[in-house]
RNA sequence: GGCCCGUUCGUCUAGUGGUUAGGACAUCAGGUUUUCAUCCUGGUAACAGGGGUUCGAUUCCCCUACGGGCUACCA
């Protein structure tokens, strides 16, 4: 038996939960999800320059929020999921989260004194050192490097210092950082990645990057190999953006003895033009995409087959979170970046919204509904709970996104005006177009309560209008509308109810005279 | 410039030496008991280019082109 897979999402507390962000979260919980492992959250926070205060808590609500609840780590202050774990404690540095699992903290600037150990054990057995280089030094030298068409690399100036002249700088307060020593014999870095298979760098071309800042804080590469390695972190899933500096993390796990884990370097989200993905051309935010009201699950159905798909021929496109946790592979992960074309989202989006019960979309769009004009100024009968129940009945097949609930429907909530232009079909008569109208107002007159039911309705409606369906349907159906397009006059009579239907009729005929 | 990664319809993709190169979205056409939408049916549409290897390459190798990432005391 193999030990249980344990994988993790680590972002940086600089903005909101970004769509290429929400992939690589997904993979993450979807891999650990099969395999009944550990989806851990941690924070990446060592660069107090960049930190954007509340940008914490908005990650973790958006990832919440879509579904994807970590097992372990950082968890919202609120949640519910936390009273079922045995430990769970506060956040020092952020209020309005708290932790849960025993590998914490979860957060790396409450980690500090962690790295601070494994750095000195470095320097300790030689696989780092001090380095007392200026700025302007290392501008200099990569300046030059550049001119002669070399890589740009620290030069090791530093690496030779003794141990007394070190301690004597230090103690003279003169600032320094800690860096990576690469050995100049250690040939070829080979690591195992899913995606892409065996990945080979040389280690001429790894540079001795910074471990440890002037400012004591941690840089990337030593925090997340260190918190990997004590989280028992088995499988680092991460964007392609890390795949180059990989070699100096494999450098860092055989440093300490440690052994390394399997990567997976997941392709970047493209913009139409194939650049990075950016927020210049379209929403990036996980956040934009829920206001403008898709569903979380149609959004997390479509980003998981942004760069991977269930294979084996399958031709099944709508999955729910749990058939993408059974089905996913990273042998079916693409190594090719996949654009970010919305289109397909909408379908999607739509799918979910038919295959939702009325009750349920009715609870999903109310709160999109409510910021309406026309909704708020409406009186309050056509916002009673079975009135908007008929709303979205009849507007379920139509919706795209919740927040066009009632865009196309305003005649629901409030008086038309009838353009009499528009009520005559195909080449009729205003007298033509009134006999009409005036038929369907005594028809309806006799309609029971009871026969006002959508199906009644049409039936009635078709039957009275025998072999001549436009000419009939069609005035009726702009009088109770006064839309050129809409849904058909039996579910507009059904939704406004009789007295409403019979004084539209009565405004239409006003209109023609 | 250097290092690394990639390249099948407009988009997401299936495909692992022999296929009429399949599906979905988008698009176009027709149909579905009035319009719109839904739904159904059908159509247009792709292996970046050049060399190899092979009886045979979309599939394997090399080169070129193009795209992307990295090249920070950012992650």
Redesign the pocket.
């Known amino acids: 038996m193999t030990s249980p897979i344990r994988v993790r999402f ?3 507390p600089t903005g909101y939960l970004h769509v290429g962000g929400l992939r690589t979260a997904l993979y993450n919980y979807l891999f650990a999800k099969k395999h009944q492992g550990a989806f851990i959250l941690r924070i ?1 926070d ?2 107090r ?2 930190f954007v205060d509340g940008a914490l808590e908005s990650l973790v609500r958006s990832l919440e929020g879509i579904g994807l609840v970590p097992t372990e780590g950082v968890m919202l202050l609120e949640d519910p999921h936390i009273s079922e774990r045995a430990v769970s404690r506060h956040s020092n540095t952020y209020p309005g989260v708290s932790e849960v699992g025993s590998h914490g903290p979860y957060i790396q600037s409450e980690r500090l004194h962690i790295y601070r150990k494994y750095a000195e054990k470095l320097i300790a057995s030689g696989h780092a050192y001090r380095c007392f280089c ?2 302007e030094r ?1 501008d200099l030298l ?1 300046e030059k490097q ?1 001119a002669n ?1 070399e ?2 690399k620290y030069d090791k100036l530093c690496a030779s210092l003794s141990s007394e002249e070190v301690a004597d700088r230090i103690a003279a307060g003169e ?1 320094s ?1 800690v860096r990576l020593n690469v050995p100049n014999d250690r040939g070829d870095i080979v690591f195992r990645d899913l995606v ?2 065996d ?4 280690a001429n ?1 790894v ?1 001795d990057q ?1 471990l440890v ?3 004591g ?1 941690p ?2 590469h030593l925090a997340s190999v260190v918190d990997d390695h004590l989280m028992e972190v088995t499988h680092v899933i991460r964007g ?6 990989t070699p100096k993390h494999v450098l860092l796990y055989e440093a300490f003895g440690w052994e390394p884990p399997i990567f997976a370097h997941l392709t ?1 989200l ?1 913009n ?1 033009d ?3 993905l950016s927020k210049r051309q379209g929403d990036v935010a996980v956040e934009d995409y829920l206001s403008k009201g898709y569903l979380p699950e149609a959004l997390i159905n479509f980003v998981a ?5 269930p ?3 399958s ?1 099944k ?1 709508v999955f729910s979170l749990s058939e993408l946790a059974e089905a996913f592979d990273f042998a ?1 992960v ?6 970010f ?1 919305t ?2 989202l ?2 999607l989006n ?1 799918q979910y919204i ?1 295959a939702m019960t009325v009750e349920e979309l009715t609870r999903k769009a109310l709160p999109f509904l409510r910021k309406k004009t026309y909704f708020v100024s409406a009186p309050d009968e056509r916002k009673a709970d079975d009135y908007l129940h008929r709303v979205v009945t009849i507007g379920q ?2 919706l795209t996104v919740l927040s066009a609930i009632g865009d196309e429907h305003a005649f629901l909530f409030t008086e038309p005006d009838i353009d009499p232009s528009l009520l005559p ?1 195909k080449g009729n008569s205003p007298e033509e177009t009134a006999e009409a109208l005036e038929n369907a107002k005594r028809i309806l007159t006799d309609v029971t309560d009871s026969d006002w039911t959508r199906e009644r309705l049409g039936e009635i409606l ?1 039957e009275a209008a025998g072999e001549k ?2 000419d009939f ?2 005035p009726l ?1 702009v009088a109770l509308s006064g839309a ?7 579910d507009i009579a059904w939704v406004i109810g009789k007295t409403y239907t019979l004084s539209r009729i009565s405004s239409a005929l006003e209109s023609l005279t």
Do not use: M
């Open positions: 680590a972002p940086s990446e060592t660069d320059d960049r200026s700025r290392l990569r550049t068409h890589a740009p600032p950082v892409r298979g990945v080979c760098i040389h071309n540079d910074i800042k002037t400012d804080y840089t990337y392609e953006e890390w795949l180059p500096s970047l493209l139409p194939k650049s990075k087959f942004l760069g991977w798909n294979g084996q021929g031709t496109e079916q693409n190594k090719a970046g996949a654009v074309d289109r397909k909408d379908w739509a038919k097949e139509r079909w078709l369906r436009g349907l069609w159906r050129k397009q809409s849904p058909p006059p039996q």
